[in-house]
């Protein structure tokens, strides 16, 4: 089965520690855009590059450099953990628009642990989007929250397994720094 999982985010480079194997370049994209409240929210979106080509790029970046990247959402095999697979870098000026797109389907996985939660701008349901299968290789385990009020009545009718699509943004938890999606969208 073929699952949409595309991504567009814009910001600026963040330079991460390397890893240990050098099989990826690891970075965050710092993406900054007015808040609820008028203040300014800082996500730091981790990203990692597999490609030699791409490697060289962003190393070559100075910290802060503009930049718009594209790619796919996957899940850490060892941590689980959201990270954005670089497919393609674009150096952007200074006076650049800010992009946040993330557009997924797959099968619903419920949440057992921590299924909601609270933030500084409300209440949320998480549940995660499944895509590939165990005879493919993996699975992944994309994280979404659902703070909408509709939109957490639409995912209470949804069950494990069912087919889900959902439109979005993808965000950095402001407490633990973890990456997620905040839903906008599901069909």
Same mark, same amino acid.
């Given at each position: ?5 595309? !991504? &567009? =985010?814009?910001?600026?480079? %963040? ?7 050098? $099989? ?6 710092? %993406?900054?855009?007015?808040? *609820?409240?008028? *203040? *300014? ?5 981790? @990203? ?12 070559? #970046?100075? +910290?802060? &450099?503009?930049?718009?990247? &594209?790619?796919? #959402? ?10 954005? @697979? =670089?497919?393609?870098?674009? =150096?952007?000026? +200074?006076?650049? +628009?800010?992009?946040? $797109? !993330?557009? #997924? ?9 921590? @299924?909601?939660?609270? &933030? ?7 549940? @995660? ?6 005879? $493919?290789?993996?699975?992944?385990? /994309? =994280?979404?929250?659902?703070?909408? +009020?509709?939109?957490?009545? /639409? ?10 699509? /959902?439109?979005?943004? #993808? ?17």
């Amino acid at each position: 089965m073929n699952y949409e999982n595309s !991504v &567009t =985010v814009s910001g600026l480079v %963040h330079h991460l520690s390397r890893n240990k194997n050098d $099989s990826y370049f690891p970075f965050s994209i710092r %993406h900054e855009n007015l808040w *609820t409240d008028g *203040t *300014t929210r800082k996500d730091f979106l981790t @990203a990692r590059a597999f490609s030699k080509e791409l490697c060289e790029k962003l190393k070559a #970046l100075n +910290e802060n &450099t503009p930049v718009k990247v &594209t790619g796919v #959402l996957k899940s850490s095999k060892g941590s689980g953990e959201l990270y954005l @697979a =670089v497919d393609e870098v674009e =150096v952007l000026d +200074e006076k650049f +628009e800010l992009e946040n $797109s !993330v557009r #997924l389907s797959g099968n619903v996985h419920l949440v057992k642990a921590q @299924a909601e939660g609270e &933030t500084g701008t409300g209440k949320y349901m998480r549940f @995660a989007i499944r895509q590939g299968d165990e005879n $493919s290789g993996g699975r992944d385990f /994309i =994280v979404v929250r659902v703070y909408d +009020e509709e939109l957490r009545k /639409i995912l209470a009718e949804k069950n494990s397994d069912d087919p889900v699509k /959902i439109k979005g943004t #993808l965000r950095s938890s402001r407490g633990s720094g973890v990456n997620y999606v905040r839903c906008s969208e599901i069909e």
